[in-house]
Every structure is written in C-alpha cells, then in structure tokens.
C-alpha cells in the first residue's frame, strides 16, 4: 500500500455518497421522513461537495 | 486563540484582504487563501443573505474573526476544466443551502429570491467576463519577424470563453427580469412593452446598420493597420540595430570606394523602405528624385553624399529644374570637393523650397570662374533663373563651398 497524501477528492466523494446513503437508509428504516423538499438539498449538497473538491484538487 | 497565531495551519493563513476589498476584504481573503474566485465567494454572502439575512451575520462574524492583512501569497484561480467545476459544486451548494432554507422556513418568498439569485449569478458571470475580456497590456514582440500563433490563439481563445461567460451572465439576468414579471403576475404588461422596444430596435438598427458597419469596418481596419505599424516600428528598430549599423560601419571603414558606395546605396533604400516612402527614383516627389540623384553622384564619383530632406512635395517642371541643378552642384562638390563627404539639405514648406549643397573642399572663387565653366553657369545659375528662382553660391577655402538653390512659391514665380 502507497503511502502519501490522501485523495482528497475521492475521500469527499466517498464520504458525501456515504452521508447521502445513511440517509436514505434512515429514510428506509422509518427513522426520519424524507421528503423531496429535503433530498433536494442534500443530493445538491453532495454533487457540489464533489464537484469542489475535484476542481481545487485539479489546480495542484 | 486567534486564527492568525498559527501561521503553519491552514486556518493561519486566513486573513482579511484588504488590498481587493469591498468592504471589509473578507470575500477577498477567504478566495485568495482557497484559490477560488473572489466573485464566487461574494455570491455566496448574498445568496445567503437572501435567503433571511444569514449571509450578513456570517459576514459581520467573520469581520470580527479573521484578523486583516494581505495574504501571504495569491494562489493561481482553476483555470479550463478545474475553473467549471469549482464553479458549478459552489453553485450546487449555494443552492442546496438556499433550498434548505426555504424547507426551515427562513425565507423571504419565490418571486423575490429566486431571481435574486439568477441577477446575483448572471451578474458575478457578467462581472468576471469583462475581467477577463480586458486587454493586456500590450507587449513588445522580442522576435518580430517570427509569427507567434500560439499566444494568439490562447488570447482568442480567452475572449471566447469570456464571451461565453458574459452571454451566459446576461441571459440569466434576463431570465431573472422574466421570472420576476411572471410571478407577480406583470409579464402580460411587459410584453407589449417588449414588443415595443423590440420593434423600435428593428426599426433603429434597419435604418442603421450602414453606419453601424462603416464604422465596425473602419474600427478594424484601423486596429489592423496599428498593429501592421507597431510591427513595423519592431522591425525598423531591429533593422537599425543590426542590418544599418552594419552598413554604416562598412561605409566607414571599406578602403574600396565602390563597396562604400554600394553599402550607402542599400542604406538609403532600406531606410526609404523603412519609412514607407519611395525609394530613390520611384514616384513623383521631390526626396525620391534627391535621393535618386545622390545615389547617381556616389556611384559615378564614389563620394559619399548624404541626403536630409525636410517636407517633401510633389515633382513639377520648377522643382524637376531645381532637382537637375542640385545633382549639379552635387557632381561639382564630388569632383573638387578633394574626397569630403557632400551635405544636401532641402527644405519644404508654403513659402517656397531650398537646398542647400556643402562640402568641405578647397574652394573656389565663384567671381573668377573662366567662361568655359558652364555647369555653373548654365546648369546650376541660369537653370534656376529660367524657373523663377535664384542660386547662390558661396566658397571659401577655411569653410568649402556651400550652394544655395531657392524655389519661391508656386503663386510668386
């Protein structure tokens, strides 16, 4: 296994699909009730949370 | 513990920038130290200030936080690809905190956020297009004889984008002033208002469009001919460095007359050139026909003759007379002016025209000039003469000869 920097964006991608996914299973379970007016804004969030990272970590 | 006591941190390095403020520089700092766009940044204080004032308690907050002073080092923006991206994820999510917003309830309304955001987005758009759009300041080619395609290509290729970005800017604030007639209900108003203006633009740009294309016409063809002549003044000092200079070390120092003579001769065409005039002999005007006549007299006698003309003018039958005397007195300098280089200076202007003819050779006494002596005489004197004008002549042996030909102007002949 390479040591070094983390892929920063792959590690926010990771953890944002990871986020959007426990939500979606809460929403599943019955735990929280996920409406569209909030699966909007968190489907959003996770795109631009990729998109940023991926185009800071382009510039490097 | 304050943010700017670790320099090491990434946090550290935050501070307020002062030098690119609009306010307090807290939008300018925060993009200097990310490397995103500054623009961007304030978009997201107000889109969330529009979204129930939360933008301007995050400003004040960070006002109070971030302590000011220039960031250590501006980091270069994403550019291409990385620019689009970083772009769209902050656009996705501003938009995903402007939704959540309206889910909790802190929200002003539709009609007013929305295209509040849309004129808040076009505008940022607009705004860093015409930052790009503005010209460089212009460089000087180091190698102008080398076509440089590449950095002409990427500069195209700039504005392209940046037009691009300013069409987009301008759309979505157009679709910002539609969204806000149509949902308070005063786009059917509007429309005829439009439909007006419109027709009234039509009408306008019919009765125009000549003008607006002579004028678009000569916009470019005056920027191609400065640029034609920035190039040319690039050239003109490189040939003067190198190719004339040369020349004129081999005038000086050529012990062959004819090799002098032959490097004076392209000297004169190369600058003639240079100046875009004619070269000697060629057209009709007055310093072609001197330098032309000059040339004649370097060749025949191998004397270097040097020629200053001041106001050139056209050729008519007094001036081709006044032309004739001058090679005359040029070949006489040449041939008793003991090897001295030959001054000419003409000068032109609404009072008439006179050359001047030096060298620095023995002299002579023009009183005692035998019969037999035409040139003077006939050729030079009485030339002018016949044409209005008048030469005179003056010599000494300390200063040489110097000849005066003066053309009155064409009403006082």
């Known amino acids: 296994m390479r040591a070094g920097r983390p892929d920063i964006p792959a590690l926010v991608a990771g953890l944002a699909i990871l986020a959007l996914g426990g939500v979606l299973l809460l929403d599943s379970l019955g735990a929280i009730e996920l409406s569209f007016g909030w699966f909007a804004p968190l489907a959003c969030a996770v795109v631009g949370a990729i998109l940023l990272a991926n185009g800071l970590a382009r510039r490097e | ?413």
């Not at chain 2, 470019?220 to 640029?227: L, N, V």
């Not at chain 2, 007359?257 to 392209?266: E, F, I």
Request: hydrophobic residues 45%; contains cysteine.
């Open chain 2, 1 to 413: 513990m304050s943010a700017g006591s670790h320099p090491g941190t990434r946090l550290g390095l935050l501070r307020r920038d002062r030098s690119g403020r609009w306010i307090a520089g807290v939008c300018a700092g925060i993009a200097r130290r990310y490397g995103i766009d500054a623009a961007l940044v304030r978009l997201a204080f107000v889109i969330a200030t529009a979204a129930g004032g939360l933008g301007i308690a995050l400003y004040a907050l960070a006002w109070l936080v971030i302590p000011a002073g220039d960031a250590p080092r501006r980091r270069r923006l994403p550019t291409g690809r990385g620019a689009v991206e970083v772009a769209l994820g902050t656009g996705l999510l501003l938009l995903s905190v402007l939704l959540a917003f309206r889910e909790l309830g802190l929200w002003f309304s539709d009609p007013v956020v929305w295209p509040l955001v849309l004129i808040a987005s076009g505008g940022a758009l607009i705004w860093r297009g015409s930052a790009t759009a503005a010209p460089a300041p212009a460089e000087a080619p180091t190698a102008p004889l080398v076509r440089k395609d590449e950095p002409e290509r990427q500069r195209l290729a700039g504005v392209a984008a940046a037009a691009s970005r300013t069409g987009l800017g301008i759309a979505l604030v157009v679709a910002a002033g539609f969204a806000f007639l149509q949902a308070t209900g005063a786009l059917s108003a509007a429309r005829d208002v439009v439909l007006t203006l419109v027709a009234v633009v039509v009408v306008l740009g019919a009765i125009s469009a000549p003008w607006i294309l002579r004028l678009v016409r000569s916009l470019t063809e005056e920027r191609t001919q400065r640029i034609r002549s920035q190039e040319r003044a690039e050239m003109a000092a490189h040939l003067h460095d190198s190719v004339l200079q040369t020349l004129a070390l081999v005038q000086r120092r050529s012990g062959d007359p004819q090799v002098a003579a032959l490097a004076r001769r392209q000297e004169r065409e190369l600058r003639a050139w240079l100046a875009e005039r004619p070269g000697p002999g060629r057209g009709s005007r007055l310093e072609p026909a001197l330098e032309a006549a000059a040339a004649a007299v370097e060749e025949s006698h191998g004397v270097p003759v040097e020629v200053v003309v001041v106001g050139d003018r056209e050729l008519d039958p007094a001036v081709e007379a006044l032309v004739a005397a001058t090679r005359e007195a040029m070949t006489n300098a040449a041939k008793f002016g003991a090897g001295s280089p030959v001054d000419v200076y003409a000068e032109s202007n609404a009072g008439g025209l006179r050359v001047f003819v030096r060298d620095r050779g023995p002299g002579f006494d023009p009183s005692a000039l035998p019969p037999d002596r035409r040139g003077v005489r006939e050729s030079i004197v009485g030339r002018m003469r016949r044409h209005g004008g008048r030469a005179t002549i003056t010599s000494s042996p300390e200063t040489g000869t110097e000849v005066e030909l003066e053309l009155p102007a064409r009403s006082d002949r």
